[in-house]
């Protein structure tokens, strides 16, 4: 048991920190924020060029071969410069899904384009009735010689209207919410039949509704095997939730950082307003809930890397924690910051925004509290 | 970064266990005998009675992990009552500050659990604010001897205990932090008087203890007159990590949860209901964490260096599950743990529960309260210069 880093990973962190300092301030995140992708190709391909984006593909494949630990350690550098590259949606789920469930020859027509950056991917797994529930899909496929034909529609998918394929979810067998009858495969945004409407999220992300007209998809595209995709859908939700939550963690150190600061400058009754006790005393329990939720991180991730889904329970402990911390650290970040913390112009608002978000995806606080309990 | 256990630490486990299992106490076993004995084995083992004590004192010298899973097997074990003022608070002080010849003196005997000791900090008019302790000694004219005179408070187990380590107040001139020495007083002598203190749950575990121009010879003194400071806060730190209980708190919860499920509601029990179960469910993910938060503490504290501020982290943490877990166990315990007395009523747990709970509010009082860690951890972590209210 250690929690030191390899040297390895140590200049991985090294780096992506460095990244973030030389280009992440405010003022040019918020100029990315305004362009049409919502984020800059030109970072996209220096993460490339970094390796990032092949962090996790196999050092037979052309990767790193690294683990969720690896992603972790860039994920929370990410989260402290609220990164907009869509690092998350196309290497953390995309690429994933495609190492994980591809055939060979589909890997190796995909991942060269994925490694270099110029396919991008995207999962789109969320439908409107399922509330947070992965199994309960009702966008439909059916096999039609070598093709399935696919129709329906997927919701809030993240980075869906820059992306060069999506990863879809679709029922095949079964009823509305049965784990089993569930099928992934990779469609083309290119596809006849295919609609996607792009739109910003409140965090100046950006997200697609995508909606599927008999599109047809070959079978060479399927991910995993037919009506078997629950615990891949499940394994990348996993890997989504411990890199969400990495990358909270990073947020919610600017925010608590932040305001430490922020409250020894800002002076009001002749103080400095961190000699309020009860300010310091707002500003510890923010200080020791984001300890615990790195601590949690660390255990739902290393958990994850060791045991895969028999970490489960402690992944949805760490989903309902960071939902709930993250929020509570944002909130009192805003609080303590007075008139200022309600607007654009300091950066604290934007990491509270970035955490709302966080919360709402893949699942919030309440939900994960429920499936831990369950 | 992982946390595979290596295969040493595997086979210490089971040594650990195999240990605890072979030697447990059996029923009708002559207790004090089996305690006693259960030490001399423990020690025989290489330290085992100490796991705490550094190499040069006789403690084992276990890697962070291995006092982690000594933590974790004992918490699940039966092990034998044992008490953190001489071996845990006073020792650490003896081995740092005291002479050779008091080290001698004293060590062997906490070692061997031959000696009770209470601890002389805090008074009516110093609690939290330690530092404001008035009990005053004086040093007699050919400077053989204090004579110490003043009022403890809250001290736990005074009235078993052989000795005090106490903080008494030499110099009244300056800071109240100078001026604060460090005394050993036997507590069979003239001019000590030890009240019992009743606590909520019905309890007698704390005292008043008055001392009246009680007389304590000045080899009995640690580390230099007026400088105590220094040395009881270092103690503290040590007492804050040891009050996080978290590998107890473990237990408790799963426990309380297998008691739960003896609950009734209907034709299920109380662990069915959603409320109930969303509120045990928060506690142990709290828990899942600070157990994490304990390990990084240990990991960065495996150099063998003093448990900084970050102890305090876990004492706020800790103490707030512990009281969390009986609070829910007087929840669960329903109607029946309104009840007093010897008259065995409703859930076997449930009598239990009500005392249990009272008493856990102290846990958040003692050691310094919640309030007081925080400012500081506000001082040393975070920074901030100064406090006012």
Same mark, same amino acid.
């Not at chain 2, 003022?85 to 659990?113: C, H, T, W």
């Not at chain 2, 000791?117 to 939290?128: H, K, L, N, V």
């Not at chain 2, 909520?200 to 400071?229: C, F, T």
């Given at each position: 048991?250690?929690?030191?880093?390899?040297?390895?990973?140590?200049?991985?962190?090294?780096?992506?920190?460095?990244?973030?300092?030389?280009?992440?301030?405010?003022?040019?995140?918020?100029?990315?924020?305004?362009?049409?992708?919502?984020?800059?190709?030109?970072?996209?391909?220096?993460?490339?060029?970094?390796?990032?984006?092949?962090?996790?593909?196999?050092?037979?494949?052309?990767?790193?071969?690294?683990?969720?630990?690896?992603?972790?350690?860039?994920?929370?550098?990410?989260?402290?410069?609220?990164?907009?590259?869509?690092?998350?949606?196309?290497?953390?789920?995309?690429?994933?899904?495609?190492?994980?469930?591809?055939?060979?020859?589909?890997?190796?027509?995909?991942?060269?384009?994925?490694?270099?950056?110029?396919?991008?991917?995207?999962?789109?797994?969320?439908?409107?009735?399922?509330?947070?529930?992965?199994?309960?899909?009702?966008?439909?496929?059916?096999?039609?010689?070598?093709?399935?034909?696919?129709?329906?529609?997927?919701?809030?998918?993240?980075?869906?209207?820059?992306?060069?394929?999506?990863?879809?979810?679709?029922?095949?067998?079964?009823?509305?919410?049965?784990?089993?009858?569930?099928?992934?495969?990779?469609?083309?945004?290119?596809?006849?039949?295919?609609?996607?409407?792009?739109?910003?999220?409140?965090?100046?992300?950006?997200?697609?509704?995508?909606?599927?007209?008999?599109?047809?998809?070959?079978?060479?595209?399927?991910?995993?095997?037919?009506?078997?995709?629950?615990?891949?859908?499940?394994?990348?939700?996993?890997?989504?939730?411990?890199?969400?939550?990495?990358?909270?963690?990073?947020?919610?150190?600017?925010?608590?950082?932040?305001?430490?600061?922020?409250?020894?400058?800002?002076?009001?009754?002749?103080?400095?307003?961190?000699?309020?006790?009860?300010?310091?005393?707002?500003?510890?329990?923010?200080?020791?809930?984001?300890?615990?939720?790195?601590?949690?991180?660390?255990?739902?991730?290393?958990?994850?890397?060791?045991?895969?889904?028999?970490?489960?329970?402690?992944?949805?402990?760490?989903?309902?924690?960071?939902?709930?911390?993250?929020?509570?650290?944002?909130?009192?970040?805003?609080?303590?910051?007075?008139?200022?913390?309600?607007?654009?112009?300091?950066?604290?608002?934007?990491?509270?925004?970035?955490?709302?978000?966080?919360?709402?995806?893949?699942?919030?606080?309440?939900?994960?509290?429920?499936?831990?309990?369950? | 970064?992982?946390?595979?256990?290596?295969?040493?630490?595997?086979?210490? @486990?089971?040594?650990?266990?195999?240990?605890?299992?072979?030697?447990?106490?059996?029923?009708?076993?002559?207790?004090?005998?089996?305690?006693?004995?259960?030490?001399?084995?423990?020690?025989?083992?290489?330290?085992?009675?100490?796991?705490?004590?550094?190499?040069?004192?006789?403690?084992?010298?276990?890697?962070?992990?291995?006092?982690?899973?000594?933590?974790?097997?004992?918490?699940?074990?039966?092990?034998?009552?044992?008490?953190?003022?001489?071996?845990?608070?006073?020792?650490?002080?003896?081995?740092?500050?005291?002479?050779?010849? #008091?080290?001698?003196?004293?060590?062997?005997?906490?070692?061997?659990?031959?000696?009770?000791?209470?601890?002389?900090?805090?008074?009516?008019?110093?609690?939290?604010?330690?530092?404001?302790?008035?009990?005053?000694?004086?040093?007699?004219?050919?400077?053989?001897?204090?004579?110490?005179?003043?009022?403890?408070?809250?001290?736990?187990?005074?009235?078993?205990?052989?000795?005090?380590?106490?903080?008494?107040?030499? *110099?009244?001139?300056?800071?109240?932090?100078?001026?604060?020495?460090?005394?050993?007083?036997?507590?069979?002598?003239?001019?000590?008087?030890?009240?019992?203190?009743?606590?909520?749950?019905?309890?007698?575990?704390? *005292?008043?203890?008055?001392? &009246?121009?009680?007389?304590?010879?000045?080899?009995?003194?640690?580390?230099?007159?007026?400088?105590?400071?220094?040395?009881?806060?270092?103690?503290?730190?040590?007492?804050?990590?040891?009050?996080?209980?978290?590998? @107890?708190?473990?237990?408790?919860? /799963?426990?309380?949860?297998? #008691?739960?499920?003896?609950?009734?509601?209907? *034709?299920?029990?109380?662990?069915?209901?959603?409320?109930?179960?969303?509120?045990?469910?928060?506690? /142990?993910?709290?828990?899942?964490?600070?157990?994490?938060?304990?390990?990084?503490?240990?990991?960065?504290?495996?150099?063998?260096?003093?448990?900084?501020?970050?102890?305090?982290?876990?004492?706020?943490?800790?103490? /707030?599950?512990? #009281?969390?877990?009986?609070?829910?166990?007087?929840?669960?315990?329903?109607?029946?743990?309104?009840?007093?007395?010897?008259?065995?009523?409703?859930?076997?747990?449930?009598?239990?529960?009500?005392?249990? +709970?009272?008493?856990?509010?102290?846990?958040?009082? +003692?050691?310094?309260?919640?309030?007081?860690?925080?400012?500081?951890?506000?001082? &040393?972590?975070?920074?901030?210069?100064?406090?006012?209210?």
């Amino acid at each position: 048991m250690n929690f030191e880093l390899s040297p390895e990973q140590q200049l991985i962190q090294d780096s992506v920190a460095r990244f973030i300092d030389d280009n992440y301030a405010l003022e040019a995140r918020q100029k990315l924020v305004a362009t049409k992708t919502g984020f800059s190709a030109k970072y996209w391909s220096t993460m490339a060029e970094l390796g990032w984006l092949g962090l996790t593909v196999p050092e037979n494949l052309g990767g790193f071969g690294g683990d969720q630990v690896d992603t972790m350690l860039v994920m929370e550098q990410f989260g402290k410069g609220l990164v907009l590259e869509p690092f998350v949606a196309s290497t953390v789920l995309g690429t994933r899904a495609v190492v994980l469930g591809a055939s060979q020859q589909l890997q190796a027509q995909l991942l060269p384009g994925l490694l270099d950056g110029s396919r991008q991917l995207a999962l789109a797994y969320a439908e409107e009735q399922a509330h947070f529930d992965l199994e309960d899909i009702v966008t439909h496929a059916k096999i039609d010689g070598t093709n399935f034909i696919l129709n329906g529609h997927k919701s809030m998918v993240q980075h869906g209207a820059s992306a060069t394929q999506l990863v879809v979810s679709a029922r095949t067998s079964g009823g509305q919410a049965d784990t089993a009858g569930i099928t992934l495969m990779l469609v083309d945004t290119d596809s006849e039949g295919i609609k996607i409407a792009g739109f910003p999220t409140v965090d100046g992300q950006q997200a697609a509704e995508v909606t599927f007209d008999n599109v047809r998809v070959p079978k060479s595209h399927l991910l995993g095997s037919v009506n078997e995709g629950f615990d891949l859908l499940m394994q990348l939700a996993v890997d989504g939730i411990l890199a969400l939550s990495a990358e909270a963690v990073g947020a919610m150190e600017v925010l608590y950082k932040d305001t430490v600061t922020y409250t020894q400058e800002r002076e009001q009754f002749g103080h400095a307003l961190s000699e309020f006790q009860v300010l310091q005393h707002r500003m510890v329990d923010m200080f020791m809930e984001y300890e615990q939720a790195k601590s949690l991180l660390y255990r739902a991730t290393l958990e994850v890397a060791q045991s895969g889904l028999g970490a489960l329970r402690t992944v949805h402990a760490l989903k309902h924690f960071v939902g709930k911390i993250g929020i509570m650290i944002g909130e009192n970040a805003v609080q303590l910051h007075g008139g200022m913390g309600v607007t654009e112009e300091l950066r604290i608002g934007h990491y509270f925004k970035r955490l709302l978000v966080i919360d709402a995806l893949f699942g919030n606080s309440d939900y994960h509290l429920q499936k831990f309990a369950a | 970064m992982d946390i595979d256990l290596s295969s040493e630490d595997l086979a210490f @486990r089971d040594e650990v266990k195999e240990f605890l299992g072979s030697n447990a106490y059996q029923n009708g076993e002559d207790y004090n005998a089996w305690r006693l004995n259960w030490f001399k084995l423990a020690r025989d083992k290489g330290g085992w009675d100490v796991p705490k004590w550094p190499v040069a004192f006789g403690g084992p010298g276990w890697t962070p992990t291995q006092h982690y899973i000594w933590e974790q097997q004992t918490a699940a074990a039966q092990i034998p009552w044992d008490l953190p003022f001489g071996l845990s608070m006073l020792a650490p002080v003896l081995m740092n500050y005291a002479s050779k010849e #008091q080290q001698d003196r004293f060590l062997p005997d906490i070692r061997d659990r031959k000696v009770n000791w209470c601890q002389g900090y805090s008074e009516p008019g110093a609690g939290s604010d330690l530092a404001n302790l008035k009990t005053k000694a004086i040093l007699c004219d050919d400077g053989s001897h204090y004579m110490v005179t003043g009022t403890k408070i809250w001290t736990t187990l005074a009235h078993i205990a052989d000795w005090m380590f106490c903080l008494v107040r030499t *110099n009244d001139s300056g800071k109240k932090q100078t001026g604060i020495t460090f005394l050993l007083i036997p507590m069979q002598q003239d001019g000590i008087e030890v009240k019992p203190i009743i606590t909520l749950g019905g309890a007698h575990s704390v *005292n008043m203890v008055y001392l &009246n121009e009680v007389k304590v010879p000045v080899e009995n003194r640690i580390g230099e007159q007026d400088k105590a400071w220094t040395y009881a806060k270092g103690l503290l730190q040590h007492e804050r990590t040891g009050l996080a209980g978290i590998s @107890r708190s473990i237990v408790a919860l /799963e426990k309380l949860k297998k #008691q739960a499920m003896t609950v009734k509601r209907g *034709n299920a029990t109380l662990m069915d209901d959603p409320a109930f179960r969303a509120k045990v469910a928060e506690l /142990e993910v709290d828990l899942l964490a600070v157990e994490f938060t304990e390990l990084r503490s240990l990991a960065a504290a495996a150099g063998g260096s003093d448990p900084g501020p970050e102890s305090s982290i876990l004492k706020l943490k800790g103490t /707030e599950i512990q #009281q969390r877990v009986q609070k829910l166990t007087v929840e669960a315990g329903g109607i029946y743990s309104a009840a007093w007395g010897a008259l065995p009523v409703g859930h076997k747990f449930a009598k239990g529960g009500m005392s249990g +709970y009272l008493a856990s509010r102290a846990y958040t009082i +003692y050691g310094g309260a919640s309030e007081v860690q925080k400012d500081v951890i506000a001082k &040393n972590v975070l920074g901030i210069k100064k406090s006012s209210s």
